[in-house]
C-alpha cells in the first residue's frame, strides 16, 4: 500500500496501517529531529509527539504528494518550532490520545542514533530545503557543523547558489 | 525487551480509536455556539457585543481612508486584540499580508518589483536570490531572516510564507506584518474566526493549521498551541505563520 492508502486507512480506524505508514517512516522522522535538536532524547521525544500528531490528523491528510514524508517533516517542523518556543518539548498530542509517556534507557538512545543514520541515507532535496527555512542558516554550514555526509553538503551548497 | 520505537508503535496502535474519535470534534471546534446566556452574563454580553462592533466599525474606517490614500496600509503601534494572547510588546504593525502578494507587490510580478515593495518595510532580504532545487513549482526564492520567505517561479513571485518575528529572535521593534484585515502572527484562532467569520476554518493537519478564503486570494498558515490549552487543536491556539499563494511542497503547505 502506498501512503495515502495507509493514511485513508488510518482514518477509518485501521491501526495496522498507521503502524505501517510510522515504520516506514520512522527513520527519516528520527533523522530530522535529531538533526535538528542534536540530542537522543529530545529526538525520541519529539518524534513520539509527531507520529502522535499526524495521527491526529490523518482525516485532513491532503493526498499531494507520491510520499507522506513532506507531510511529516511539515509537522516535526511545527512541532519543534513550538517546543523551542516554549522551551519543552510538546506533548499535548500525546496527552490527548491518552498515550503514556515512555521512558528512555541507554539502549533507546543508542537507537535514536541508529535510526537517525539510518534516515540519513536517500535525503532528499526538499529535506534539505525544509530545514533551511526553518533554521534560516546556509545549509553547507549546518551540514558542516552537523557533521553531515560529504554528499549531502554539496547537494546543499548546490541549492543555495546564488544566481 | 521491547526498545522505545516498538513501544511508542503499540502505543500509537493503541491510539488509533482515539484519534478517530478526536477528528470530528476537531473539525467542528469553531462553530459558533448557541448557548443561552445565563441571566448573570446579559451585561457581560452586551459589553463585549458594543466593544466589538465599536473595534470593527474603527478598522474598517481606518481601512478604507488608507487604502484610498497610500500604497501601504499604515503603520500603527498596535495592543493585543481582544481576546488575542498579549503580545510581549507594542511594535510597528503593517496589515499588508494578502491572499494574492504583500503591500504593493502581486503575485506574478518580478523579483525586483518585490524587493522594492518589501524593503521598506523590512530592510533588505537576506543572502540574495536563492535557487530552490525541485520544490513543488518553486525555482528560487528571497528570505527576510527567518521571518519572511518569498517564492518564486520562472522569476514571478508567486507565494510567500511569513513566521513573524516572535519566532525567530529579531530585534524589538521591528516591523511585524499582517493580514490586511488585522491577522497578526501570535493571535488566537479564535480572533481569526471573528475577523473573517465563518470562512476562517482550522484543521489539525500538520500539527495544526488554520485556512481562510478571501477576495483576494487563500491565506493559510500553522497554529501553535496556546499556553493554556487543554488539546492538540482549540480557537484559543495561535496563529503560528500566514501563507499564500505557492511556497512549496506539503511540509510548507499547510
Known sequence: MDDDELIAAT?????DAFAALYRRHLPRVVSYVMRATGDPEVAADLTAEVFAAALAGCGR????????????????????????????????????????????????LDRVTQLAARGEVGGDSARVDVITTVDGLPENERAVSRGLARARARLSVRSETED | MADYFDRLELELRAAVPRANAHAHTDAHRLRPTRRRPRPGNVFVAISAAVTIAVVVLGVALIGHGHTASAPFEPARPRPPATGTAPQSRARE?????????????????????????????????????????????????????????????????VGYQYFGSGTSGAPSGQ?????????????????????????????????GSWRVTTPRGRLEGYASEAPTAHSALSPQNLVASIAAGNVGCAALTP
Open chain 2, 175 to 207: 516591523t511585524a506584518l499582517a493580514t490586511t484585515r488585522g491577522l497578526n502572527i501570535g493571535d488566537t484562532l479564535a480572533h481569526g474566526r471573528r475577523l473573517y467569520g465563518a470562512s476562517f476554518t482550522i484543521s489539525a493537519a500538520q500539527g
Open chain 1, 11 to 15: 482514518a477509518r480506524g485501521d491501526a
Open chain 2, 93 to 157: 504593525v503593517r496589515d499588508v499580508l494578502a491572499g494574492n502578494g504583500i503591500a504593493t507587490a502581486k503575485f506574478g510580478e518580478s523579483r525586483a518589483a518585490v524587493t522594492a515593495a518589501l524593503t521598506p518595510l523590512l530592510g533588505a532580504p537576506v543572502g540574495g536570490y536563492k535557487r530552490f532545487l525541485g520544490e513543488c513549482g518553486i525555482d528560487h526564492k528571497l528570505q527576510w531572516r527567518e521571518a519572511l520567505t518569498v517564492t518564486f517561479s520562472r522569476s514571478r513571485f
Open chain 1, 61 to 108: 491528510y491532503r493526498p499531494e504528494h507520491a510520499s507522506a514524508a513532506p507531510w511529516l517533516i511539515g509537522i516535526a517542523q511545527n512541532k519543534l518550532r513550538e517546543s523551542r518556543r516554549r522551551g519543552r518539548v510538546e506533548n499535548a498530542t500525546r496527552r490527548r490520545l491518552e498515550m503514556a509517556a515512555l521512558p528512555l534507557g541507554d539502549d533507546d
